[in-house]
């Protein structure tokens, strides 16, 4: 058991861009792996966290479920921590719903992105069961973003143009809090990249991370 480094973009890119493989049975080493997991994220302000984040290749990551954007609890729910092992998304809604990404890899952005409203998710648990789950609203954003590391695919890669994504940084006038302030205003130059490019934040990740 152990709090494990978390891989930040740029440096480890290539390692959080690579597909992650099924894990084959819930042996030790993966109970071990979802420890890891657990107690690397207790020690983060983040709501899910993938294996590949630590650096494993292998299909299992946390959801925090019931939470909201800020990650505090939503309404009358107690979050609990969900693990996904070889999760497999078996329905989603077409209805897309527009917010918030944030990553644990990609510290001080948040961008906007949209993410299906409702995501059915079969995938094994703990003890090597087969479990269906539906998550809705902020927890189907959740759920998505985290299976996506599983693929190597990062929320940039989800942005339809670099206008919805932002630094935060703490607000001078509140210490408490944190304000957006918009990634072209730093990089203006970014403005002359076609807004249609999809995918484009993925090609430029070298340098919007500078
Ligand atoms: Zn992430």
Redesign the pocket.
Known sequence: MAVRKLLLLPKYEKVLRRKSRPVKGVNRSVRTLIRDLRETLETQDGVGL?AP?IGVLQRVCLVVRGTDEQGESAEETTPEVIVLINPEITAQSEDLERGYDG???IPGLQGYTNRPLTLNVRALDEAGDVVDYEFTGFDARVAA?EID?LDGILYFDRLETLEDLYYLVDDPDDEDKVKMLPYLEVHPEYRLMPDERIGMPTQGVKTIMD
């Open positions: 993938a984040q990553c644990l890899s973003h590391h």
